[in-house]
Every structure is written in C-alpha cells, then in structure tokens.
C-alpha cells in the first residue's frame, strides 16, 4: 500500500514532521486504514517515499510501538492487531455515536436554578463587600506563611487541616460561638460545599433520605443529590424548619440540613424550643443534623442563638462553618466541627476520601486568627454591614411604601423583600438583572409545594452611596 498520503496537505503549522507522521499513522491504524499485520516499510524506505529524514520515521514508529499500536519484530514493523471497538473501519455516512451521558444524579443537578454569573452586582446574595478587606494585614500573613514554609505545606495538608488552624479556629469558637470543642474535633474543608459532600458520603449511604428546608439552600440539595441521597423537601415557617408528623413517620431521615440560626434564604430564625425538640426527635430516629451556621458572625444586635452543636452533650451535630463571607469566597476554606465520639474515624475516613491542600493559606489563615485580625475585621464588618442593612431598608421603606415586608435581617448579609401574589418574582428578577442587579427571585430557592414569592436581597457588596440608585431601579423592575 503506497503511503506517501501520510504527509499530503494540509500540514497543520508549525506542527514538527515527526509529530505529524505519528498522528497520521495513528489515526490510519485506528481507524482501520492500516489493517492489523500489515507490514510497513522499512524505516529507510518510508523516508526516502515522503522526501523525509530517517530520524523522523523512526521516532514515529518507535512512538507507536511503546503505544501497542505496531509491533516490531525480526521481520521489521507491522501494524498490530487491536480490539475490533478500535479498529473498526469508519462509517462517513453514518452519524457519529455519542459518548455515554451523564449520571442520572448528575442531570438532576442541571435541571436546578441555574448558577448566576460570579459578577458582583448590587443585591447580589452572598457576596461580601471585597473594598474593605485588610489586604495589608493578610498579605504580611501570607508573606509569613511563605517565608517560614517547608515540604510540608507544598505538599497535602496534613489529615484534618494544619494544626496551627485547627487549634486557633477551636479558640475562635469557644470564644466567640460557645462552643467547646478542641483541636481534634474540626477538620478544614474546602467550602460549604466540601463540607456537605463529606456529610453526606461519610454519614449516610446511598438512597438514605435527607431533609433539607424548603425553601432552602440550592446547592445543598445539589451535593445530597450527586451523593446518591433521597432528597425530600421539609417545609419552612416564621421559626424555621417545621418537620411534620408525616414527614417523620413517611420518610424518616438520615440527615437533617438545617440553617437555624439564620434560616437561607427567609432569615427566619429557629426558636430554642424547637431545636430542642429537633434534637431529640434525631435521637430517635438515629439521624444526624448537619448545622449550616453560614452566617452567624454578622450579627446585627445582641448575641448569636445557641448553637445546635453545643446545646445538649454529644448532641447528633455536625457544624459547618465557612469563611467565605467573613474573608472572601475565593479562599476557599471552611471547617467541620465533629462530635468526639466520631471525629478521628471521620477525620481519617475524610483523608481516604479526598486530599485537602492550601497549607500555605491555611497556614497564613491561622496566623491571622490568632494576631487578632479576624476578630477586629469582623467587629469593623459588623459594624458596616448594620449601618449598611439600615440605609436599605430605610431606601425600601421610602420606594415602596406600605407595599413593602422585609425579613431576615436578625444577621447575615441579605434582606427578603415580600412581593404581593400579583407580581411574579421571577419576572421581576429578570427585569432586575437586565437593569445590572443582582437580585434573586424568592421562589427560585423553593420546590412545591412551598409558595412563596419575593426578592432576596444581598447588601454585602452593595456601597452606601449606590443605594438609593440601586433600589430606584428596583422599583423600575417590580413596576414594570
């Protein structure tokens, strides 16, 4: 078979001879050109045929022979024989066939509210207000980090996280949260959402039920249901999650998701009598809470409610905490705070299960918690974001009127907007978002047969000075 074909135009550019002979005869022996046991001309002969240096071939051919896709024996080199899946002769005519798809867990992710553009618009949820952050105060700490680093922080951080961030962060929130925990008892995650994937792979198993609020935290439902999870929505009112007497006896849980503190995204807040009650009722059924305090450093007034975690001894309660609004989502680190009875299986359990890198960060992290510059950002933070919260709602109150119900704004960095039944929430968050605002429509975060309509609204990222703007063209998007 006369193979001068090999090198006839079009030559990609700048692509070397050597590469392009290798490419060309691999495609021709994989798609069944070159048949299984066809010999090949001597290395010379090929040469000489397409006007090329020996050297050339031979680095082809020897490319393909470490491949398995020729064989080179005493009689010189022939095309080997592979599988028929391989080898097949291409079909132009026909339509290519597809690759498998993907998982059904997976395509159920897809069909949820799809994820906004990472562009920080005003009344974006979530996001924190990056102007203010202590650039040069985390910079040194970087630097420090950097300067005192060894093998070990260019390599996976060490099981559960660097010692040096467990042991702050267990002073951090004994101080500050109330709770008793110690070094052992947190492992450093990389987000929320690492967090819940450990939770659910780690704490249940595959087509266990979970219960998440409802409306609720969108991308928890997404982790549960990738992790092979039933997700079955819990509904939510004025205190918080409400499981029902059928919820409990029809599909009793192996996880609890939960927000009490600042339930996401109603800001309703769960009372002490009812997670009491939520506490004892997951003593019963054997389930696990998994506790989302996402927000809990920005309170407005007063201290933070007790925490799940530490309101009865060895409560079932799993913490999740994150510094993604407190610092910057960017850095990617959050925590688990384990009960003793289940940390070190779970911390080594969670080292099989993923490699945890960032020491440097995390390193740098530690340092700047315990130099005190996490607590004095949040006290400035705190401070901000009140003032902040207040011009809002005041702007809101003066646009809207009587028209106007807010919630949640006990902490965190969003208010809820109630909207009249009349007026479509998502129509309204469209109108909204061709007019560069960030606003989320309310229901988005709900599955049937929960109603509920209005705009979540983020003030972290959202200047003083642009409010009275930013809610004028809000009023232009509910109006319209």
């Known amino acids: 078979m006369a193979l001068d074909w090999l090198l006839a135009p079009p030559l990609p550019d700048a692509m070397p001879r050597q590469r392009l002979l290798y490419l060309r005869l691999r495609e021709a022996i994989l798609s069944g050109r070159l048949p299984g046991d066809m010999r090949l001309p001597a290395s010379r002969s090929l040469a000489a045929t397409l006007g090329i240096a020996r050297n050339t071939v031979l680095f082809a051919y020897a ?38 798809g993907l998982s059904v867990r997976a395509a159920a992710a897809l069909q949820r509210e799809p994820a906004r553009d990472a562009e920080a618009l005003p009344f974006s949820p979530g996001v924190p207000d ?23 922080q260019l390599g996976y951080a060490a099981h559960g996280g660097d010692p040096s961030l467990r042991t702050a962060l267990a002073a951090h929130l004994t101080g500050v949260r109330g709770l008793a925990v110690d070094a052992g008892q947190i492992l450093i995650t990389g987000g929320t959402q690492a967090a819940l994937d450990l939770c659910a792979r780690l704490l249940a198993d595959h087509g266990d039920t979970v219960w998440v609020e409802n409306p609720g935290y969108l991308a928890a ?18 205190q918080g999650l409400a499981p029902s007497a ?27 009598p009812r997670r009491l009650a939520l506490l004892e009722r997951a003593r019963e059924s054997g389930a696990w809470i998994v506790e989302d305090d996402y927000d809990s450093e920005f309170r407005r007034a007063g201290a933070a409610p007790p925490a799940l975690f530490g309101l009865q001894p060895d409560a079932p309660v799993v913490y999740v905490g994150t510094f993604s609004k407190t610092l ?62 207040a011009r809002l709602r005041s702007a809101l109150e003066e646009a809207f009127g009587e028209r106007v119900a807010l919630s949640g704004g006990e902490a965190g960095l969003h208010l809820v907007m109630w909207l009249p039944a009349e007026i479509d929430d998502r129509a309204v968050a469209e109108r909204a978002a061709r007019l560069g605002l960030g606003a989320r429509a ?39």
Not at 75 to 83: K, S
Not at 458 to 477: C, I, M, P, S, T
Request: proline share 8%; net charge positive.
């Open 328 to 389: 910057y989502p960017g850095l990617r680190l959050g925590y688990l705070v384990l009960p003793r009875a289940i940390a070190g299986p779970f911390i080594h359990a969670a080292a099989l299960a993923t490699r945890a890198g960032q020491g440097i960060e995390q390193r740098a992290l530690a340092d700047f918690i315990e130099r005190g510059h996490y607590t004095t950002h949040m006290r400035r933070m705190r401070a901000r974001y009140s003032t902040r919260q």
């Open 63 to 100: 490319q393909l022979v470490a491949e398995g896709c020729l064989v080179a024996d005493r009689q010189g080199t022939r095309v080997a024989r592979l599988p028929a899946a391989r080898a097949a002769s291409p079909r132009p005519s026909a339509v290519p066939e597809a690759p498998p």
């Open 221 to 238: 439902r997404v982790a549960f249901g990738l992790a092979g999870l039933q997700v079955r929505d819990v509904a939510v009112d004025v």
């Open 130 to 152: 990056f102007g203010a952050f202590p650039f040069r105060s985390w910079r040194a700490c970087i630097e420090r980090a950097w300067r005192d680093a060894g093998w070990r």
């Open 246 to 272: 059928e919820d409990w006896r029809c599909a009793p849980p192996r996880l609890i998701m939960a927000t009490p503190s600042h339930q996401y995204p109603t800001g309703r807040v769960m009372s002490l």
């Open 442 to 480: 309310l229901s988005a975060y709900a599955r049937p047969p929960a109603r509920c309509n209005g705009l979540v609204l983020g003030y972290g990222n959202l200047d003083e000075n642009a409010v009275a703007g930013a809610v004028a063209r809000l009023k232009q998007a509910v109006g319209a």
